[in-house]
T-cell receptor
Framework: DTGVSQDPRHKITKRGQNVTFRCDPI?????LYWYRQTLGQGPEFLTY????????KSRLLSDRFSAERPKGSFSTLEIQRTEQGDSAMYLC?????????????FGPGTRLTVT | SQQGEEDPQALSIQEGENATMNCSYK?????LQWYRQNSGRGLVHLIL?????REKHSGRLRVTLDTSKKSSSLLITASRAADTASYFC????????FGQGTRLTINP
């Protein structure tokens, strides 16, 4: 069990550019979640997948954001036409559905800075 | 907007003392999970307490849940410098709702 991994750990981009983040969940976990965290705040839910199906999206996930989990394993989160307000830590978490909604384990996060 | 509240927002104690943090919610409590976050890092899972449980222990951690008051508390006993971090509670099923957290500082 290597834990949840995220790549890259840091990303600096210019406003208007597109960025893509990757999350690899714990291998036996079928649920995957994306959260966003800004400085001094707790994480805010963005979306979650069960296997390859995206089951819920937050209103925070504007049409510039898209998340995929094509084979039910790793997931990508893409932000198009980045804005300075997108600067935040993007956190991925995973869990196993075998016991209902159980522990969510988080990755180290990807810190995005939009200049 | 965030529906949870952690209290206090900041706590500073001496090493060896106990630290108590609280969180409360406006909606009915489902499962509740406590996490620790060191500056600039991801969240580390500490304890999950289910809505039908009242107390749970893990090492130096004790979590209580009062569904009638829609609140939970995290007690860290015999604190250490390494416990310095922000602590969050996340409430919910598939979508965890977090407050702003408690910033805990342990002074040597």
């Amino acid at each position: 069990d290597t834990g949840v991994s995220q790549d890259p750990r840091h990303k600096i981009t210019k406003r208007g550019q597109n960025v893509t983040f990757r999350c690899d969940p714990i291998s036996e976990h079928n649920r995957l979640y994306w959260y966003r965290q800004t400085l001094g705040q707790g994480p805010e839910f963005l979306t979650y997948f069960q296997n390859e199906a995206q089951l819920e999206k937050s209103r925070l996930l504007s049409d510039r954001f898209s998340a995929e989990r094509p084979k039910g394993s790793f997931s990508t989160l893409e932000i198009q036409r980045t804005e300075q307000g997108d600067s935040a830590m993007y956190l991925c978490a995973s869990s196993w559905s075998g016991q209902g909604f159980g522990e969510q384990y988080f990755g180290p996060g990807t810190r995005l800075t939009v200049t | 907007s965030q529906q949870g509240e952690e209290d206090p927002q900041a706590l500073s104690i001496q090493e060896g003392e106990n630290a108590t943090m609280n969180c409360s919610y406006k909606t009915s409590i489902n499962n509740l999970q406590w996490y620790r976050q060191n500056s600039g890092r991801g969240l580390v899972h500490l304890i999950l307490i289910r809505s039908n449980e009242r107390e749970k222990h893990s090492g130096r951690l004790r979590v209580t849940l009062d569904t009638s008051k829609k609140s939970s508390s995290l007690l860290i006993t015999a604190s250490r410098a390494a416990d310095t971090a922000s602590y969050f509670c996340g409430q919910g099923a598939q979508k965890l709702v977090f407050g702003q957290g408690t910033r805990l500082t342990i002074n040597p």
